[in-house]
């Protein structure tokens, strides 16, 4: 099974509300991910952890929020965001520490700013 | 971010053909991936290549780990109308502290019936 599930599908939020995405793996991998992505583009790293602790931010404003509560769950929390925010946020995740560290990504959840 | 030279940038195809996609990289990897990306969907990992000159195949798809490290390529054969869809690679160097991902800038095919 390699399957990485996300909710939810579309999210239709304002600049001024409080929002947020969630990303579930029970494949045992601890490395999970957070992307952006806009049309026609490839994905954007936003966040990574590994083990449950944050080892990447590609300088990411404040407004996104990353928090991992155990080794299947990742949420990305949302807060003021802009309509230049808008676009598919993709979860992804892999093993660790062996050959084979292939990430397998979600669906993704559609995000509009109005 | 650095992105992958990947070409070419839209195939438009008939139903049947052949179809070749390549990847280059200024730096080396020791990984390549190939993943399909359908519209509003995540992009779904087809094939995962390893070695330097490895060649492996995924149904009517094959790709290669090319011996420089620098580039692979992605052959579909007999095409059909489901291998629509924007193809990214991305090159990786497992073993860090983290697995990261460099993509390509992605190949959009069009299958005509």
Known sequence: DTEVTQTPKHLVMGMTNKKSLKCEQHMGHRAMYWYKQKAKKPPELMFVYSYEKLSINESVPSRFSPECPNSSLLNLHLHALQPEDSALYLCASSPRGVQGNEQYFGPGTRLTVT | ?113
């Open chain 2, 1 to 113: 971010g650095q992105q992958l030279n990947q070409s070419p940038q839209s195939m438009f195809i008939q139903e049947g053909e052949d179809v070749s996609m390549n990847c280059t990289s200024s730096s080396i990897f020791n990984t390549w991936l190939w993943y399909k990306q359908d519209p509003g969907e995540g992009p779904v990992l087809l094939i995962a290549l390893y070695k330097a000159g490895e060649l492996t195949s995924n149904g009517r798809l094959t790709a290669q780990f090319g011996i420089t490290r620098k580039d692979s390529f992605l052959n579909i054969s007999a095409s059909i109308p489901s291998d629509v869809g924007i193809y990214f690679c991305a090159g990786m160097n497992y073993g860090g502290a983290t697995n990261k991902l460099i993509f390509g800038t992605g190949t959009l095919l069009a299958v005509q019936p």
